[in-house]
């Protein structure tokens, strides 16, 4: 009987360690179709964000651009596998035109779903395969921003043909015609609003006055001027409901040289001590200091309005190097030294101090401006980096290697290098792309 006994257990072992092997393979299998499941989520969740970045910095493209250049996106960054029973569906914004929440703010949604197959659960019918999603959303904001634009006469050399026009072109269109700002002043001798800030509607109109730049390639760099009015568009409050991020880029081929101030003239000089606008060389050509007025070709008085071309009284067209001329033996008021004497060197590091102080008060107002900026190297001129540099207050490892520190207590901007005209539009590009990641949300 005992015997016996003991051969009832043994059957029964049988049927319990059965039991525990289909239990422990069906948690393996558990474990390793979820843990799929699991790595397929990660990817996708990869995938989206890199796809509503790219929705959110192409949405000057339309519904219809930004959407394709999305879905390219996704598939770059995640890639079918065996695990897919089909390629991810990517869906975005619901596929309808994407909202605005509360804030006025364009509100971008990516989903992606893939549809994988299982390999132990499988053997139950109704787990044959698994849905997985991921999820992402970006809020992009609205930029109120002004070009300011170079047309001085080295961009004659510099910038032939339309490679500037084809630039501005190309940047502009990467903003949101509809909801964004947008404003375009150039400088020379002087400097002008050639479109004034406006919401909405500005992409033609740009790239109409852009076009007209290449036939006004002249006269010197009175940056002061125009960054001056960069920060007055910048102040103009519009009828925009949300968040607005500010920004001023800011294009040369060369160094700032000329300013504005008031001039004290003593004995034996011909012009008048009065307002003036004066500078307009680099080296070379740094033997003499222009006189800028608006009065009449051929004479020369006090600033009155925006001046347009160096004038020239009885042969005397300039101040020495030394600052003596039959001209105006006598000063200028600096930005930051007060009186000095009228020559090359002073007039010059005086411009660029202004240039530089104006894009750090744009920094400093409320709510702070972002400046940028865009140096053309060429063939024509003399562009200081440095200089540039500190109109953006780039913090990267270029502006570093040049000796330049960031101000870490205000926005910091980013300088973009195009060594020639071919690669202007890719200079511009870069900035926009930066641009376009601080108005995500």
């Not at 949604?109 to 549809?115: K, R, V």
């Not at 140096?375 to 490892?397: K, P, Q, R, W």
Request: glycine share 10%; charged share 10%.
């Amino acid at each position: 009987m005992g015997r016996e006994h003991r051969k009832g257990e043994r059957g029964q072992v049988l049927v319990l360690c059965a039991i525990c092997i289909f239990v422990l393979l069906l948690f393996v299998g558990l474990a390793i179709d979820f843990g799929l499941a699991y790595v397929t989520k990660a990817s996708l969740g990869k995938a989206v964000d890199a796809a509503v970045l790219t929705a959110a910095k192409n949405t000057g493209l339309g519904q219809a651009g930004f959407t394709t250049l999305a879905t390219s996106a996704f598939f770059m960054n995640y890639g079918t596998s065996n695990r897919d029973v089909a390629p991810p569906v990517v869906t975005v914004c619901n596929n309808t035109a994407c909202p605005t929440d509360s804030l006025g703010d364009t509100l971008l949604t990516i989903t992606a779903t893939s549809t994988i197959k299982t390999y132990f659960i499988g053997l139950l019918p109704s787990y044959s395969t698994l849905n997985v999603s991921a999820y992402a959303e970006a809020r992009y904001a609205r930029v109120e921003m002004t070009l300011v634009i170079d047309r001085t006469g080295s961009m004659k050399q510099n910038a032939p043909g339309t490679s500037l026009p084809d630039a501005i072109t190309t940047f502009v269109g990467l903003f949101d015609n509809v909801n964004d700002s947008m404003a375009m002043i150039s400088f020379a001798n002087d400097q002008t609003i050639d479109f004034p800030m406006t919401t909405g509607n500005f992409q033609q109109a740009i790239t109409n006055a852009a076009n007209n730049y290449p036939g006004k390639f002249q006269g010197a760099t009175y940056s002061d001027g125009a960054l001056q009015l960069a920060q007055t568009e910048e102040a103009i409050v519009l009828p925009i409901v949300g968040n607005v991020v500010h920004v001023v880029v800011f294009f040369t081929d060369g160094n700032a040289n000329t300013i504005q101030t008031p001039l004290t003239c003593t004995a034996g000089g011909n012009v008048p001590s009065g307002t003036w606008r004066i500078g307009g060389t680099d080296p070379p050509n740094n033997t003499e200091t222009g006189f800028v007025t608006s009065s009449v070709a051929g004479t020369c008085s006090p600033l009155n309005g925006n001046p347009n071309f160096f004038c020239s009284v009885g042969g005397c067209n300039g101040l020495q190097s030394d600052g003596t001329s039959t001209c105006c033996n006598g000063k200028f008021t600096s930005l930051s030294s007060g009186q000095q004497t009228i020559s090359w060197a002073n007039v010059n590091a005086d411009a660029l101090n202004r240039a530089v102080a104006d894009a750090n008060a744009m920094r400093a107002t409320t709510p702070p401006t972002i400046v940028y900026s865009i140096g053309l190297h060429g063939t024509s001129g003399v562009l200081d980096d440095l200089f540039l540099c500190e109109i953006a207050n780039d913090a990267g490892a270029y502006c570093a290697s040049l000796g330049f520190v960031a101000n870490p207590n205000t926005p910091q901007g980013e300088f973009a290098l195009a060594s020639d005209s071919s690669q202007l539009t890719a200079a511009f590009e870069q900035i926009a792309s930066d641009i376009r990641l601080r108005l995500l949300q």
